[in-house]
């Protein structure tokens, strides 16, 4: 080990002990009453010392005032050199800086909001627009008009090969552009892929709607069934009354409000009777003989009233 790395692993003296310089220093760029007390005194290298103290600023909880004096050679008097804020080692940091295509989320687009695509996004491919160049196979087409240079041929006039511009009708941009062919670029099937992942976690099989759901959605009379290959297992749901009313959901989601989900509910069964009137009392029309407190007598005339 070298003297000169030893000199300067140990403070200089003279810089060392310049801390009413370095708290000055401190104080006049800083806000009044932020600088703290000192801190600790760190050697950059010959000659050159770094002092710290707290800071007790608000919202820089765990920073440091540094602040670097120097010493030339031979010389007596110590001279600043720069003061910072810097973080201590339990400092409060603000979070690492992340770039706005990775902190984007699903609804944070606002109106009048513009999100450009970069030309390598794996979620698109690029697509057919029948604009810049005919298909390989048009009469137009680069191919071709190779082929008749190389055997020497003649499109004679009158023929679609020979007209300045293939015709609007019957042509492969007419109709790229009936089946929505001409786009610059097309889904990929990467871009599938994640796309149906998303739409299966928010509205799919697993999720506790359709954990619960009486039927799936493919048997929904209000299903709305999409075209293209994601049309075998997806759908837009149009029931008002479900959670998944203008989403796209799977075709093995389901919830409460499933088109042939409503049971009419029974006819109520009404008590038995209390009185039984499928039955006849008999109901003498003149009460019984025996009846009565009296005894029964054959002659009437020497019968006891019963009374005085």
Known sequence: MSAAT?????????????????????EEAAAPGVVGEHAGVVSEGDRVVTHFFECKELGYRGWRWAVTVARASRAKVVTLDEVVLLPGPDALLAPEWVPWSERLRPGDMGPGDLLPTDADDLRLEPGYTGVDEPGPNAPVSEEMAELVEAEDAEVTGGTPANLPIAPSRGSIAAIADELGLRRARVLSRYGLHIA????????????????????????????????????????????????????????????????????????PRPAPPVVDETRVDPFPLRPSPDSG??????????AELGHS
């Open 196 to 267: 149906a992942d998303r739409w299966e976690e928010a509205f799919g099989a697993k999720t506790p709607m359709a954990q619960a759901a009486p039927a799936t959605c493919v048997s929904c009379a209000f299903l709305v069934p999409i075209g293209g290959s994601l049309g075998q297992a997806f759908g837009v749901c149009a029931n008002e009354f479900s959670p998944a009313d203008g989403h796209v959901v799977s075709l093995t989601y389901g919830c409460g409000g499933h088109s042939e989900a409503a049971v009419m509910p029974k006819p």
């Open 293 to 302: 407190s009296v005894p029964a007598t054959t002659d009437e005339d020497s």
């Open 6 to 26: 030893t000199r300067s692993r140990t403070p200089d003296r003279l810089c060392a002990e310049a801390v009413d310089l370095a708290r000055s220093a401190a």
